[in-house]
């Protein structure tokens, strides 16, 4: 098991605040790979942390945040280009995205094949309208591992 303290700087994480957290919550663990890995509440308000099961090694988490002041209010923050990107093992997981984004009524971009290093892409809205894309083929993940080794 790796060190549990921090030994150096690192990203870890993205904080999106969200007019009604149990709503965003059910969105992205719904329509992406991430789970609550833990919930916080204080007088002004509650966040929840989401981030891929098991990442354990370079842990990165989505804070999500309902501040009580603005809880019932819509929180865009990424729109309409600015996006989170999660990136899927099968093209057939960006169509299926994309299905279920229509059914729910919240796809924003059709799946579209894209010059590289973009790939196959669709995009969805969260509850608050922020963008969030699903690639396939985009090799983030398969880049940063090429140039840093595994």
């Known amino acids: ?87 899927v093992p099968e093209r057939e997981d960006v169509d299926r995205a994309a299905t279920e984004g229509r059914r729910r009524g919240c796809l924003h971009w059709e799946p579209m094949d894209l010059p590289p290093p973009v790939g196959y892409v669709c995009a969805l809205r969260d509850p608050d309208g922020n963008v969030v894309e699903i690639s396939h083929d985009q090799r983030v993940f398969e880049e940063v591992r090429t140039v840093w080794g595994d």
Request: no cysteine; proline share 7%; glycine share 6%.
């Open 1 to 87: 098991m790796p060190e549990k303290r921090l030994t150096r700087a690192r990203w870890t994480h993205v904080a999106l605040p969200s007019g009604d957290l149990d709503e965003a919550i059910e969105f992205y663990t719904t329509m992406t790979p991430l789970v609550v890995v833990s919930r916080h509440e204080d007088d002004q308000g509650r966040n929840a942390w989401l981030s891929n099961e098991g990442q354990v090694e370079t842990p990165f988490v989505l804070v999500l945040v309902e501040f009580a002041a603005d809880r019932g209010r819509r929180q865009p923050q990424l729109f309409p280009f600015a996006h989170l990107g999660m990136e």
